[in-house]
């Protein structure tokens, strides 16, 4: 059985990007393909493509999510509620009391409406339109690895060119390598795009405390990808994932579908999924994933493993180390193609 320390490996933090490139589509791209690795650019993504393949991206939109409350109190929101609440990460909340109102940078009031040692703090806007609010007060929710204040050339970069609609709390990084002439060159050779909405939780960022993978919760996310774009992914020669976030729900989808003996692999889909990838997952949906370098012992390193093969990504990420490729959400990606059954 696998467990937690399955999954460590050493990490130079120099190899840690805090900053983005000057041009999205400059990043170096380790292609994995079992036991062998070739060290390639982004743009090579091009010669892997083959007529008949779809491309899918997630296009969720990240909000500017974290921001400052009373002055003093620095809040990321990670969840909606149905009740019209956020939920959202404090790191200092213990002299917070439900009920009590803050005043956010614009004067916008928000009232405390629950606590919980996890989730954080249930948090009402008295406004009609929170988005606009955050738009004004809110930052981008950098990850905390990248041990800095978000600035202003964030709000660009730590999104995707065609991000739309809003909602997520982390960028499907992946996607942000993608400049729109390169979009235009996929279809170019023949592939299509298919632009899914997975909105990223701030649980991505959650580290696996149990060493026993079986006992982690995994944070829900919503998603979706309608009927009409299930028919174009089922009608694919093979489908390319941009991202884990996107794999996560085409994988979700397939798991819905009731109609495999029919070569559908995924059904239509809107709603949430909380879906745990380890070791031992058999795909249905997803041939080739292409996605950033992630964090030791983290659930997307589990998943890369499970789809490439533990002993591959091991090798790979050491390779990768050795190579001085740049790391996590601003960092450098990999072409992985899924290990054979």
């Known amino acids: 059985m696998l467990t937690l320390s399955d999954f460590d490996f050493e990490l130079p933090t120099e190899l840690i990007a805090s900053r983005p490139l000057d041009v999205r589509d400059a990043s170096r791209m380790l292609v994995v393909e079992g036991e062998n690795c070739a060290d390639k650019n982004v743009r090579d993504f091009l010669d892997y493509l083959r007529p008949g393949d779809v491309v899918v991206f997630n296009n969720s939109r ?23 609440c956020w939920w959202g990460l404090c790191r200092k909340f213990t002299k917070i009391r439900v009920g009590e109102t803050m005043s956010l940078d614009d004067g916008t009031q928000i009232k405390i409406c629950d606590i919980d040692s996890d989730s954080g703090l249930k948090i009402k806007f008295m406004t009609e339109d ?40 982390a960028a499907p990084t992946a996607g942000l390598h993608f400049t ?61 994932s941009v991202g884990t976030t996107s794999l996560r729900l085409l994988e979700s989808a397939a798991m819905a579908n009731s109609e495999p003996e029919k070569y559908r692999r995924v059904a239509p889909f809107c709603t949430t999924t909380n879906i745990f990838i380890t070791p031992g997952y058999k795909f249905r949906a997803v041939d ?54």
């Open 62 to 84: 990240v909000i500017p999510a974290r921001f400052m409350a009373d002055g003093k109190h620095e809040i990321t929101l990670h969840t909606a509620t149905d009740d019209g």
């Open 130 to 169: 929170v988005f606009a609010t955050l738009d004004r007060v809110g930052k981008m929710p950098l990850p905390p690895y990248m041990k800095r204040d978000a600035e202003i050339s964030d709000r660009d970069r730590y999104q995707t060119v065609y991000a739309d609609p809003i909602g997520s709390m």
């Open 180 to 240: 729109p002439d390169l979009l235009d060159e996929i279809r170019a050779r023949g592939a299509k795009i298919v632009n899914i909405t997975l909105h990223v939780g701030a649980g991505t960022w959650m580290p696996v405390k149990t060493e026993n993978l079986s006992e982690h919760k995994m944070h829900s996310e919503w998603g979706c990808i309608t009927a009409e774009q299930a028919d174009v992914i089922n009608g694919a020669t093979r489908v390319i």
């Open 288 to 341: 080739v994933l292409l996605t950033n370098f992630h964090l030791p012992k983290s659930t997307l390193f589990m998943l890369v493993s499970a789809f490439a093969g533990l002993s591959e990504m091991q090798a790979a990420y050491s390779r990768a180390v050795a190579e001085k490729y740049r790391f996590f959400s601003y960092g450098d990606c990999c072409l992985l193609f899924r290990k054979g059954e």
